[in-house]
C-alpha cells in the first residue's frame, strides 16, 4: 500500500517563500505529482517529478529524494491568488493516489 | 480541446434515495477516472476506466455504488441507497493513455459534483 503525508495547514506571508513537505512511504513508485487546488474548484496540474533533485518553473519549484521518500513543494514571491491547497500524489503504474493536502493561507 | 464535462453541478438528496452522475472526458483520453473527495480531504480513488474495462475498483463501495463506461468515451457513477457519509464532491478526470514523459498520467479533473445526503 501507500501512506502519504503532508501538514494540514500553513501561513505565510504575501511576497514570502514557503516550502511544504510530503513524505511517502510505498511498495510501488513512478513518480510524484503536486496538483493545486482553490476552494470550491477541481484541482490543476503543478509538477510532476521522476528523478531525484529539483524542477523549477518560474515561481514554482518542486524536489524529489526517492532514497528519502520524501518531496517538496516551494512557492516563491507569495501571491495572495496562491491561497489554495497543494496535494502531493503518488503515481503507481497508472494509479494516482493523493494525499490529504495542505492548506495554504496567504497573509497581506 | 475541451475540458472534462460533469454533470450535475450540484445535487441534494435525501439518505435512502439514488443519484447518478455524468462525466465526458477530454476527446482521446483512454483513462477515466472518478474521485470521491470530502471536505478538507484529498481525493479518493473510486475506481479508474482504461477504455471500457475497469483497471481498479478496489475503494468503490459496491453494495451502493457502481459505475460503467460502457463504449469507452463517457461514464456514469450512480449511488444507491445514499448514505450520510456520501456528502463529498465527485470528481471525474481523465487522462492519455499515450502521452510519455512529464505529461504522462497527468489527470485533468472536471468540476466536480457536489452531493448533499440529507
Known amino acids: 500500500g501507500q501512506n502519504i503525508d503532508q501538514p494540514t495547514e500553513m501561513t505565510a506571508t504575501e511576497g514570502a517563500i514557503v516550502q511544504i513537505n510530503c513524505t511517502y512511504q510505498t511498495s510501488g513508485f513512478n513518480g510524484l505529482f503536486w496538483y493545486q487546488q482553490h476552494a470550491g474548484e477541481a484541482p490543476t496540474f503543478l509538477s510532476y517529478?521522476?528523478?531525484?533533485g529539483l524542477e523549477e518553473k518560474g515561481r514554482f519549484s518542486s524536489f524529489l529524494s526517492r532514497s528519502k521518500g520524501y518531496s517538496y513543494l516551494l512557492l516563491k514571491e507569495l501571491q495572495m491568488k496562491d491561497s489554495a491547497s497543494y496535494l502531493c500524489?503518488?503515481?503507481?503504474?497508472?494509479?494516482?493516489?493523493f494525499g490529504k493536502g495542505t492548506r495554504l493561507h496567504i497573509l497581506p | 480541446e475541451a475540458g472534462v464535462a460533469q454533470s450535475p453541478r450540484y445535487k441534494i438528496i435525501e439518505k435512502r434515495q439514488s443519484v447518478a452522475f455524468w462525466c465526458n472526458p477530454i476527446?482521446?483520453?483512454?483513462?477515466l477516472y472518478w474521485y470521491q473527495q470530502i471536505l478538507g480531504q484529498g481525493p479518493k480513488l473510486l475506481i479508474q476506466?482504461?477504455?471500457?474495462?475497469?483497471?481498479?475498483d478496489s475503494q468503490l463501495p459496491k453494495d451502493r455504488f457502481s459505475a460503467e463506461r460502457l463504449k469507452g468515451v463517457d461514464s456514469t457513477l450512480k449511488i444507491q441507497p445514499a448514505k450520510l457519509e456520501d456528502s463529498a464532491v465527485y470528481l471525474c478526470?481523465?487522462?492519455?493513455?499515450?502521452?510519455?514523459?512529464?505529461?504522462?498520467?497527468?489527470?485533468?479533473f472536471g468540476a466536480g459534483s457536489r452531493l448533499t445526503v440529507l
Open positions: 500524489a503518488l503515481r503507481r503504474d497508472d494509479k494516482i493516489i
Open positions: 476527446s482521446g483520453h483512454a483513462t
Open positions: 517529478n521522476v528523478l531525484d
Open positions: 476506466f482504461q477504455n471500457n474495462g475497469v483497471v481498479d
Open positions: 478526470a481523465s487522462s492519455s493513455y499515450h502521452l510519455q514523459g512529464e505529461r504522462a498520467n497527468v489527470l485533468t
